[in-house]
């Protein structure tokens, strides 16, 4: 399961940044918690937090992109308009892509903690 969501949230993150010059961090692997010690655990949350800081430049960066293409969104010229209304419109999933697959790591490390408690009691 995990390793079928991590590869359609990587898909889904790549969609668009040929589009715009953001660089999509890497997604941590997850410490698996019945297996773990503390150790990993540990690293494992700073691989989160380090992707967390990381994911939110990325999405900076993409929401600057966006902000680039409203002029163009407003443009008299319909295929200036129409080529910005396509960019937007990936960068935007994009976008919600990043913070899907951040929330994703999050309730993923959140079930290998309380898989390792349950396993350390």
């Known amino acids: 399961?995990?390793?079928?969501?991590?590869?359609?949230?990587?898909?889904?993150?790549?969609?668009?940044?040929?589009?715009?010059d953001c660089t999509m961090p890497n997604t941590p692997s997850m410490p698996a918690g019945d297996k773990a010690n503390m150790d990993a655990m540990l690293a494992?949350?700073?691989?989160?937090?380090?992707f967390q800081q990381s994911n939110a430049s990325y999405m900076q960066c993409l929401s600057e992109e966006m902000e680039k293409l409203k002029g163009d969104l407003n443009s008299d010229d319909k295929a200036t308009k129409a080529e910005a209304q396509s960019k937007y419109s990936e960068l935007t999933d994009t976008y919600n892509s990043a913070v899907s697959a951040e929330e994703?790591?999050?309730n993923d490390?959140?079930?290998?903690v309380r898989t390792f408690k349950a396993a350390n009691p």
């Open 109 to 112: 490390f959140n079930q290998a």
């Open 1 to 20: 399961m995990k390793t079928i969501t991590t590869s359609l949230i990587l898909f889904a993150l790549t969609s668009a940044a040929a589009v715009a």
């Open 44 to 50: 494992g949350k700073k691989a989160i937090t380090d």
């Open 104 to 106: 994703q790591l999050v």
